[in-house]
């Protein structure tokens, strides 16, 4: 009898344990079948249970139900904890629903519970750099190399850091460079590496040297998206168009069609002097950015070259109503400007003038009186355009209004500007007195 009391006491005990592990088991089975709703159901919330309380939780992520989980892992945290994967868990939710900090925290305590886990490392940097904490990210790259000198992973952070540092402290840039570099000369094939790498000798004008790391990259691998950018801005800015526009193209054929890729691929062909093709790639730029000064800038011009050349005004009064009151930018918009009215003959004479008048007022360029002459005589204006091409003429220094060869000698066959101008004035007179002597 006492026996039968002890089984039945043994089969109490052991009942809950047993439909502890069926349910246990269902779940799981759910989870892989990603029947997410059934852990979520089944499992208390916030239960505290430590087998099943992450079951749920993993379902919640997996749903993206991101803050639900954050809960669900916080309750199975105490202040002693020592479970990283509770942590990680715990991090990549809050860096989920963009709370970087606190997924750093996380990774920071991983990180001293298990200081030879590298993923643990990586990512505790990774959020650091997303919430733009560069100082310490740089203190936790260099703990990194202080425990394995030789790691590029690392190197590569450190450098990160740095070029994140740099846009307020240019000097970080050359501390940036040194870290990428070390990176490189471990691992000379990690394509982040060589990308940042180009990315800072482009920025500094040392385009060469972005080709030499992303050209040699490119002998085993041509596919790389980051690197090819930065390879093809290097020949843009070296003004190799056509080297750019193959570069461009193979990166849209790859299916970049960012705001970055589009604008220098249009600036490319304009600069090789394709300008269908430089409206065509700068108007899909435009309409990702379409408040950028310099895009306007030259997606103007180009339309001023095609057949939209009105466009290619509202482009560049865009710009000017968009631009920081800067004498050099107002400047060169306002030639731009004035170029595109210049081609479109449509365009409204008076406005042009305005434009021309106002190029002046930032430039003191005597031959724009020259051309605000020539508006007005294209619109019969003629008392205006001979006071123009006087004003014009006046401002000539006496060595530069015949045109002259490198010995100064008069060059046979040539009209300069100033005897140009002195000739149309003689034309206008010549015409106004037979109109005056006709209707007498």
């Given at each position: 009898?006492?026996?039968?009391?002890?089984?039945?006491?043994?089969?109490?005990?052991?009942?809950?344990?047993?439909?502890?592990?069926?349910?246990?088991?269902?779940?799981?089975k759910?989870?892989?079948?990603?029947?997410?709703?059934?852990?979520?159901?089944?499992v208390?919330?916030?239960?505290?249970?430590?087998v099943?309380?992450?079951?749920?939780?993993?379902a919640?992520?997996?749903?993206?139900?991101?803050?639900?989980?954050l809960?669900?892992?916080?309750?199975?945290?105490?202040?002693?904890?020592?479970d990283?994967k509770?942590?990680?868990?715990?991090?990549?939710?809050?860096?989920?629903?963009?709370?970087?900090?606190?997924?750093?925290?996380?990774y920071?305590?991983?990180?001293?519970?298990?200081?030879?886990?590298?993923?643990?490392?990586?990512?505790?940097?990774?959020?650091?750099?997303?919430?733009?904490?560069?100082e310490?990210?740089?203190?936790?790259?260099l703990?990194?190399?202080?425990?394995?000198?030789?790691?590029?992973?690392a190197y590569?952070?450190?450098?990160?850091?740095?070029?994140?540092?740099?846009?307020?402290?240019?000097?970080?840039?050359?501390?940036?460079?040194?870290?990428?570099?070390t990176?490189?000369?471990?691992?000379?094939?990690?394509?982040q590496?060589v990308?940042?790498?180009?990315?800072?000798?482009?920025?500094?004008?040392?385009?060469?040297d972005?080709?030499?790391?992303?050209?040699?990259?490119r002998?085993?691998?041509?596919?790389?998206?980051?690197?090819?950018?930065?390879?093809a801005?290097?020949?843009?800015m070296?003004?190799?168009?056509?080297k750019?526009?193959?570069?461009?193209?193979?990166?849209?054929?790859?299916?970049?069609?960012?705001?970055?890729?589009?604008?220098?691929?249009?600036?490319?062909h304009?600069?090789?002097e394709?300008?269908y093709?430089?409206?065509?790639?700068?108007?899909?730029?435009?309409?990702?950015?379409?408040?950028d000064?310099?895009?306007?800038?030259y997606?103007?011009k180009s339309?001023?070259?095609?057949?939209?050349?009105?466009?290619?005004?509202e482009?560049?009064?865009?710009?000017?109503?968009?631009?920081?009151?800067?004498d050099?930018?107002?400047l060169?918009?306002?030639?731009?400007?004035?170029e595109?009215?210049?081609?479109?003959?449509?365009?409204?004479?008076?406005e042009?003038?305005?434009?021309?008048?106002?190029?002046?007022?930032?430039?003191?360029?005597?031959?724009?009186?020259?051309?605000?002459a020539?508006v007005?005589?294209?619109?019969?204006?003629?008392?205006?355009?001979?006071?123009?091409?006087?004003?014009?003429?006046?401002?000539?220094?006496?060595?530069?209004?015949?045109?002259?060869?490198?010995?100064?000698?008069?060059?046979?066959?040539?009209?300069?500007?100033?005897?140009?101008?002195?000739?149309?004035?003689?034309?206008?007179?010549?015409?106004?007195?037979?109109?005056?002597?006709?209707?007498?």
């Open positions: 009898m006492k026996m039968m009391k002890r089984l039945y006491l043994l089969l109490l005990c052991l009942c809950p344990m047993w439909a502890q592990a069926q349910s246990e088991n269902e779940i799981r759910a989870l892989d079948a990603f029947d997410y709703e059934i852990p979520i159901k089944q208390t919330p916030a239960s505290g249970d430590v099943l309380t992450p079951l749920r939780a993993q919640l992520k997996a749903m993206n139900r991101y803050l639900e989980a809960k669900e892992w916080n309750s199975l945290l105490t202040p002693d904890s020592a990283t509770v942590l990680a868990e715990l991090a990549e939710c809050y860096r989920q629903v963009s709370r970087s900090n606190l997924a750093a925290q996380c920071a305590k991983a990180v001293t519970l298990n200081p030879e886990n590298k993923f643990f490392r990586q990512q505790h940097i990774r959020t650091l750099l997303t919430s733009e904490n560069y310490e990210a740089i203190g936790a790259a703990c990194w190399l202080e425990k394995d000198s030789l790691s590029a992973t590569k952070f450190l450098g990160m850091a740095y070029q994140g540092l740099g846009k307020e402290d240019p000097e970080a840039f050359s501390n940036a460079y040194s870290a990428y570099y990176a490189y000369s471990l691992d000379s094939l990690d394509a590496t990308a940042h790498l180009g990315a800072i000798c482009n920025d500094s004008k040392e385009y060469s972005a080709l030499d790391f992303t050209e040699t990259y002998l085993t691998d041509t596919l790389n998206i980051d690197v090819n950018r930065q390879n801005k290097a020949y843009c070296m003004k190799d168009y056509e750019a526009v193959e570069r461009y193209e193979s990166l849209k054929r790859m299916g970049d069609r960012s705001f970055t890729t589009l604008y220098y691929l249009g600036i490319s304009y600069g090789d394709w300008f093709g430089a409206q065509e790639n700068l108007l899909l730029a435009y309409k990702k950015n379409p408040n000064v310099n895009l306007l800038y997606l103007g339309c001023s070259r095609t057949s939209w050349k009105k466009d290619g005004v482009y560049l009064k865009k710009a000017l109503e968009i631009t920081v009151p800067e050099s930018v107002l060169h918009l306002y030639e731009g400007l004035a595109c009215y210049g081609r479109w003959h449509e365009a409204d004479p008076y042009e003038i305005e434009v021309l008048k106002k190029t002046y007022a930032l430039n003191k360029k005597y031959t724009i009186f020259f051309k605000i020539e007005y005589e294209r619109q019969k204006d003629y008392a205006n355009a001979i006071y123009y091409y006087e004003k014009y003429m006046k401002m000539v220094p006496e060595n530069k209004r015949m045109a002259l060869d490198e010995e100064g000698k008069p060059k046979l066959g040539w009209t300069s500007l100033y005897q140009i101008a002195e000739r149309k004035i003689e034309k206008i007179k010549e015409e106004s007195f037979f109109r005056d002597g006709l209707k007498k």
